[in-house]
């Protein structure tokens, strides 16, 4: 779960509800429960059946709806929201979704979890047809594909622009009339469809935002699928069958909520398994096993229990938000992330610590980990991951999409223990990631259905706009190697 | 650690520093971990050893210095802080510490931690000796009587006024050359002593402070102790000898922070052994424990270790400020704790679980965590409570000053478990509390040097301004006892 | 000048400036000396021949710049600027000018002053084609038209848009390289051209943009001119040579500052003239004359010199933002016009008043003023109208765009008298209006190169998408004035 | 009328009511006719006879009160409100006022407008006798000396307080059952009662507030009265009898609105007289006749009317707030006061303006406004000031209390008038100002009842603790002058 210490950031969370009274404000609960999936942006658009109603801004959600006016505004029993990451450069309000878009013939709400591989290629030529963009979105391709081919209806228009992205995606769209939600041929990212008591329908990324309203949790939305939900109900349909399940592994390792069930396997519990076999893979001689909070705490449990160590309270994370200022001095600078995490001296002093972290991105955190435990008297600090190295980057929606900041894919493992400074360095192997997540309706899908291209450079799709950018930082990396 | 579910609140926290090179922002940081104490104010007086700067507002540290250039005028190498928490009515910027009153002789600053048996009598005598009040606060009482006898110098006046002031108490006063603390005769409130490499002197509420800042943890203050930091260094002097350690048993329960270390036990490690003790006096037949983040972690920890169980994950807690609206139906309204608290169903469906919680208060957050539990599947829910039920009120700075509110004055035990629905509930005994906290400088004070009134209304020192009220309070519960 | 009191609200401001250093600065100032022409959102857009920088928001100029990052991050030599009126509704960030939009080929910003007659039906057939619009303004349609057109290569797409979009409109683009400038075939909505000393040219709404940053007055943009500015200098081109000059008669009467020359006439001196023709046709036999300030004090000055009154100051105005609340009685409602105008009982009292006016819209704010200047103690009011009868919707620009709201379209002089309470009431003829004016390079074209359609009913353009309603509402008007 | 180019600042407006519904409403719209007298700060207190109830923050009234529920939380049928001007290094919300102090033998809240003379002898007396200040301002005083009287009972302690304090002063006073007035003893600042239709009685600083909510002006209150309105009615009562009418001449020449009536005299009518009376003494040969907006229009016209030359507008006023920033430029440091006034060429081109201001305090804006008419193509600029040389300071509550800053405290009038540029410069004389101001009710007094010691360094009391300074100052100013 975000706001984690280390730089790795979502992008996006959406969840849509259709014909349920108070709409709107179920779908702030639901955003609430999302909020880790993107901490920049919120927005909700709900219909009244007759008009679409928008407030979108930058911020957390509690920021965006301060004014409780914000949410009565958005009336109507049917309403999609958002939750969004996005790079500093381009935080505008413009890019802050659900966007909304008139038309003589009808307004259409537009919410996007997940990233396009060949956005550019196609935003290139729908200017050069005389589209005029408004964000720097890739979400805003959709829109305009859609209108491209509108003469042949709406739906029919959506299905052919679904084919047209290309990448990691799961939609929601509101008109006055209806609610859809569509995703990508390899169901990279969750979606989830759920039912309130009185028969109302939800759509949310994952399952905790059901939970939340207290609405049954249905069905997963499959790779290809196109959900409408309309006054006579949910219909499913789709406009692929060219799919294969190749969920982003990242979600179980490190994204979802732990109390989020994906594709049928509980996000805690995942983990968990991933720290038992870490312990399996990687037993160490220790006095106690800690977690890196809060998203590591699972995982770290895990490793505990298998390796008969006692699980400790050795690092506890503030709740509060950690503001640091321009620092005059290079003593105040390292108080940024002491501000987040302090080590317990009380639990640590004089003893061998392992500590379980999910991951390595820039390796920056992990050092100061290794420096707050020693200096709170540990006297070995054994670095556990309960992920294998993050070597590649992801073009489906998580920021990171260049190798240049990744740790893993410029160090050997050695080294990087010696630049964290920890007595021992291990990660899970990609095998024991599948077994441990072991996503039951996988059926006979590549990685147990899993995308673990982050770790093998193998991915699931072909990666259009990025491929050339992508092999030639892979080449520099081999040169690179080979001096070394 | 509070902004936690339950209607549970510390009234403050303080920090100062001496002789420091960005004092206001090393003030900064060391409030930023006391945060947990105070949540309805902040602010910070520094001073250039010339004159006094002051800022201060309410809401969150991060939103009082919000404004970095706030922070950049509070000059000079001497600062205190204050995290201040409230109750509602009088939550005016003029209530929020420090105070700053200038004289023509000189301008003071006062942070208050605590809180006065005799106020009302006090403030009562000096204003119809003609002392103009500007906030409600019991705080600003010390200033008006330092001023009446300023006249035979201000630390003969301190001295005397600390003797006509009576309750829990810890000052921090700033002038324009020094820094001074004082502790009450009980030492009911933490104060500590640290200091940086420089050798500069840092006093605060609790050691993560020190921590932040890369402090070294010196000694606690003691009760009875007036310390002045100037030019020349550290003194420790006493205003007067009739002291006896009675520490607040509540911040080792709940309220400080479980990396802190108070009079040489280290936060978490007493609450781990509170478990434990908790796990020996009722051991439950169950298939794992978990606890309430994040007060109740370690005490569940230490039951699952003695006990044997599984320690697992089943309630997260949400890390984004949870804002509720005025709630159209019943249903809306409930989702008020779902949103900071949620059943982790993939984990308890189906299981007998222990929940370990650090108190209860009022009950309705301990009710509402049992269906929660209930609602994801638990088959049953044995509630373990780490601490002796809190029967009542505290007159020392916790914001629990009748008995009307709390649950275990009106209930027994057995009531408690019915009104809340678990299968079963469990206090730990007032000994085991004391042998789990284990004090070793109590010496042969009562109660191993702790406060434990809260649980057998014992109090350790006069009530004074309270005492009719609280004499009132207990026969109409007798009457209540007899009627029932 | 609005924020006056009357509801008669002008549609815009523009600002540009090309090859000087702090463009974004100076287009502050501009604008600023343009607020009066736009109170609901304000943005500048900047170039530094690389990149534009942007920023806009809902408020006033200084609200909008409030934070002086904000201007120190538009960079660069040239830039644009807008100040918006705009109707509740709508009134979203998304329509606040200058847009900008971004294109793979280059990007563009676009400022607009007027209102397009034929928009409805451009839109709707661009969206026909695709085009997804963000905003609900009718700017945003030229740089669909340009993009349409865009392989033709900018300024021919420039020109063959600008032929295609009817109305009233001063436009301002500009691009990393050249800022542009258009007016429509009859120039309905003025805008002029200066330089400064070092050369750099600036474009602006009216001259009081130009004297505030000391820039020379070098002549007003002609009808149909599309005015390139680059690094070789100024460029005059046009995209028609079907022109004939028709300014709008209330750029004079009401919008344009006192300080303004609008093609070679300055307004204070056009309005003062306006009231001395209305003291010919009109003379009273009264005390004293006054204004209602600020817009009409030019014209009372001038009937006062023409009628050998003494000019008083009868009316004072508040120079404060007046906000009033939900009222709970109908006696604080009204306080709502007094918050605003005060009568000066020290100088009505016991007189026979002349109270001059620039015009009258619903009628509303004359009748409070009779009232108000009754209640002071003035024996008798006559009212005298600097301009005629306004009864005949505007399409080119300003905030009246129906017939239901004019008092004048709907009663006769006498009715219209009674209704506001005054002892007389009178207009100007349009004759003397256009005499007042007096436009010198109006050549032979109709009404002295005015027009005065809010009078007479008779457009200089065709009305395109208004045509209809307009007809419908003339043919109400007729049957009820048959029934009346 | 502030907010004015110049810098010269009253402190503070005062409103009271008594006996009304919506007292806080109607304290409102009085505050709101106020707002000329102070812009820094305002507040409001009001009581519903049990409780009172405060809110006050820096700012405009229309920012302070920018959420209607601020005054909708003010209860109750009794007010008293106050619009504060204050120096910029301690503008603090604890500065602003009406300041609200709770006893425990009830509330007092407090308003003042004016300084007193011996504040600082009052106050470090008050302080070694152990009084603790909360404020910087001289305000506080008073309810210190109450206090200390208070066992003599409340009005026999107010009594004697205000026969303490010296200076000038009105204050206003609110009580759960009472307001209060007092003026001093030579009634430098205006303070008048009014009525309500409904009974209730209004005191303010002018009758602008009065009219606003058409409430009957019933009578100045006079030097050295104390007035108390309570639920039997209006009580007229003396502190003392040793009286003399001083009113500061400022009110009339700058500070009043023009339609307030200040003992008898119409602000507006006493200017106008200033100018015809300047126009007597200095005929000026010229082609027209402009004044300094806004304060000075009503000179001006007077000016015109008696010499028969043509009132024009040479000069307008931005109605909007300008805003500069940090200056790179000298070029764009000079935009400042552009921003706020604008010659208006057309007028002024080629002719010889005669400028009537009513005041010269620094000189920097004169020669602003000087250069302005020149470079607008003003053939010769006469400046004629309707007030005599201000060359001394006031003590009695303007901003202005040292001769540092005074212009002709150090030039002879020729010199100021080659400093700022024009082409001849003249001031009324005090006789004349006395004549043209003619408080009807002066009786006997000096001056004409007025304060002119501005012009003439007799002061109409004792100068206190200022007095040292102003003697030092003094004889600074001859050897200057001897040296010259």
Same mark, same amino acid.
């Given at each position: 779960m975000p706001t984690e210490i280390k730089g790795l950031n979502e992008e996006c969370g959406v969840f849509g509800i259709f014909d349920a009274a108070n709409a709107s404000q179920l779908t702030y609960y639901g955003l609430h429960t999302l909020q880790h999936r993107g901490q920049e942006g919120a927005g909700i658009v709900s219909t009244d059946g007759t008009e679409l109603y928008q407030h979108r801004d930058r911020g957390l959600l509690a920021k965006v709806f301060a004014d409780p006016a914000e949410l009565k505004r958005l009336k109507g029993n049917a309403a999609i929201g958002h939750v969004r990451y996005g *790079? $500093?450069?381009?935080?505008? +309000?413009? #890019?802050?979704? =659900?966007f909304l878009f008139h038309f003589h013939d009808g307004a259409v709400a537009l919410a996007h979890n997940g990233n396009l591989t060949n956005a550019v290629t196609l935003r290139r030529e729908l200017e050069n047809e005389g589209a005029v963009f408004? $964000?720097? $979105?890739? *979400? %805003?391709i959709l829109i305009h594909l859609i209108r491209k081919y509108i003469n042949e209806g709406f739906i029919p228009a959506l299905k052919k622009s679904l084919n047209l992205v290309h990448g990691g995606f799961a939609y929601l769209l509101l008109q006055k009339d209806r609610l859809i939600a569509a995703l990508d041929p390899n169901g990279i990212r969750p979606l989830c469809i759920g039912r309130l008591e009185n028969g109302a329908y939800v759509v949310a990324s994952e399952t905790c935002a059901l939970d939340i309203i207290n609405a049954q949790f249905v069905r997963d939305v499959l790779p290809g699928e196109l959900i409408v939900i309309d006054k006579d109900g949910l219909h499913i349909d789709h406009y692929t069958t060219q799919t294969q399940l190749a969920i982003c592994s990242m979600e179980y390792i490190?994204?979802? !909520?732990?109390d989020s069930i994906i594709h049928g396997v509980t996000v805690h519990n995942a983990r968990k398994r991933m720290g038992k076999l870490l312990a399996k893979e990687h037993p160490v001689d220790a006095d106690m096993v800690i977690g890196v909070p809060n998203s590591s705490l699972s995982a770290a449990s895990g490793y505990a229990e298998e390796s008969c160590l006692p699980y400790e309270m050795g690092l506890i994370k503030s709740q509060y938000v950690a503001r640091t200022f321009i620092q005059p001095t290079q003593e105040l600078r390292e108080l940024g992330v002491q501000m987040k995490l302090s080590a317990v001296r009380g639990v640590v002093k004089g003893k061998r610590v392992v500590v379980v972290d999910d991951s390595i991105v820039r390796g920056t955190t992990s050092k100061q980990i290794v420096q707050m435990l020693k200096r709170a008297g540990a006297k070995e600090v054994h670095m556990l991951i309960s992920s294998p190295p993050f070597k590649f980057p992801c073009?489906? /929606? +998580?920021?990171?999409?260049? !190798? $240049? %900041?990744?740790?893993a894919a410029h160090y050997s493992i050695e080294e990087m223990r010696q630049l964290i400074g920890a007595d021992s360095l291990n990660f899970l192997s990609i095998n024991s990631l599948i077994k441990a997540i072991n996503? =039951?309706?996988? /059926?006979?899908? =590549? #990685?147990? /259905?899993? *995308?673990v291209a982050y770790f093998d450079?193998?991915? =699931?799709t072909p990666l259009y706009d990025y491929e050339e950018g992508y092999r030639k930082s892979l080449s520099e990396q081999e040169q690179l190697a080979r001096k070394g």
């Open positions: *790079t $500093s450069g381009h935080n505008s +309000i413009a #890019n802050v979704q =659900p408004q $964000s720097d $979105s890739d *979400t %805003e490190y994204f979802a !909520r732990p073009f489906y /929606g +998580i920021d990171v999409s260049t !190798r $240049s %900041e990744l740790m996503v =039951p309706d996988a /059926g006979d899908a =590549p #990685n147990g /259905g899993l *995308t450079g193998k991915y =699931p």
